[in-house]
């Protein structure tokens, strides 16, 4: 077993409650407009990050930026995001590997230039944070996008505390692989892995654990 992997499952224990706020999980939901986005990732940064009233209003602009720039590149797009997601459900109710691979692909490349449109702005809302903020805002993110995948376990309220408690420091320890060499790029990857685990393996139930863990691909018995 990873050295992480109990750190990161006692570190989720003694956080528990210490993260607060409603996380928002996209799957399973309408799709938001740019301005239920970007005011929802305001609030829940001011509320998570703690902003003093000097912060919030130097990020007043830097959000109405990041907002004019996500309608403009979701009113050029809109057509591509309907077609891609339309293909996706296509190829999901075939048994084409292939083209569930392609839609699925075509659809992260367009989610990709999503959040480059607004790569500027985020990096002025950012700046404006202190470094703990900034950590904390990375545990933040980082939750949002692993809760989704344990959407069919129905998570507990005191499971879902766990798993963001875990995220948080999961996000702190990836922090310190800041380069894209070789080294960096595994020790994030052993971070993913020790965060999965811990979820797996120690937040869940057995029961949940079978609904949302794919089972190990069994090896076809050799014939005699």
Same mark, same amino acid.
């Given at each position: 077993m990873n050295r992480k992997m109990p750190v990161l499952v006692c570190g989720a224990v003694l956080l528990v409650g210490l993260l607060s706020g409603t996380y928002a999980v996209a799957a399973g939901r309408a799709a938001k407009s740019a301005q239920e986005t970007v005011q929802e990732q305001s609030d829940l940064m001011v509320q998570e990050c703690?902003?003093?009233?000097?912060?919030?209003? @130097?990020?007043? $602009? %830097?959000? *109405?930026?990041? +907002? &004019?720039? =996500?309608?403009?590149?979701?009113?050029a797009n809109a057509d591509k995001v309907m077609a891609a997601e339309a293909a996706l459900k296509t190829a999901r109710a075939g048994t084409d590997a292939d083209a569930k691979k392609t839609a699925n692909d075509n659809l992260k490349a367009l989610k990709e230039e999503?959040?480059? @449109?607004?790569? $500027? %702005?985020? *990096?002025?809302? +950012? &700046?404006? =944070?202190?470094?703990?903020q900034k950590a904390t805002w990375a545990g933040v993110e980082l939750a949002q996008t692993t809760l989704p995948r344990y959407k069919k376990a129905n998570l507990t309220d005191d499971q879902t505390a766990k798993i963001k408690a875990a995220c948080a420091i999961a996000a702190r320890d990836m922090a310190a692989f800041t380069g894209d060499d070789r080294k960096d790029k595994q020790g994030k990857t052993t971070v993913q892995k020790s965060l999965k685990w811990a979820i797996d393996n120690v937040i869940l139930t057995p029961e949940q654990r079978d609904l949302v863990v794919k089972p190990a691909p069994q090896t076809p018995a050799t014939p005699k």
């Amino acid at each position: 077993m990873n050295r992480k992997m109990p750190v990161l499952v006692c570190g989720a224990v003694l956080l528990v409650g210490l993260l607060s706020g409603t996380y928002a999980v996209a799957a399973g939901r309408a799709a938001k407009s740019a301005q239920e986005t970007v005011q929802e990732q305001s609030d829940l940064m001011v509320q998570e990050c703690k902003l003093t009233a000097d912060q919030q209003a @130097a990020l007043k $602009e %830097a959000f *109405k930026t990041k +907002l &004019a720039a =996500l309608e403009t590149w979701e009113k050029a797009n809109a057509d591509k995001v309907m077609a891609a997601e339309a293909a996706l459900k296509t190829a999901r109710a075939g048994t084409d590997a292939d083209a569930k691979k392609t839609a699925n692909d075509n659809l992260k490349a367009l989610k990709e230039e999503r959040t480059q @449109a607004t790569a $500027e %702005a985020d *990096k002025a809302i +950012l &700046a404006v =944070l202190t470094d703990p903020q900034k950590a904390t805002w990375a545990g933040v993110e980082l939750a949002q996008t692993t809760l989704p995948r344990y959407k069919k376990a129905n998570l507990t309220d005191d499971q879902t505390a766990k798993i963001k408690a875990a995220c948080a420091i999961a996000a702190r320890d990836m922090a310190a692989f800041t380069g894209d060499d070789r080294k960096d790029k595994q020790g994030k990857t052993t971070v993913q892995k020790s965060l999965k685990w811990a979820i797996d393996n120690v937040i869940l139930t057995p029961e949940q654990r079978d609904l949302v863990v794919k089972p190990a691909p069994q090896t076809p018995a050799t014939p005699k």
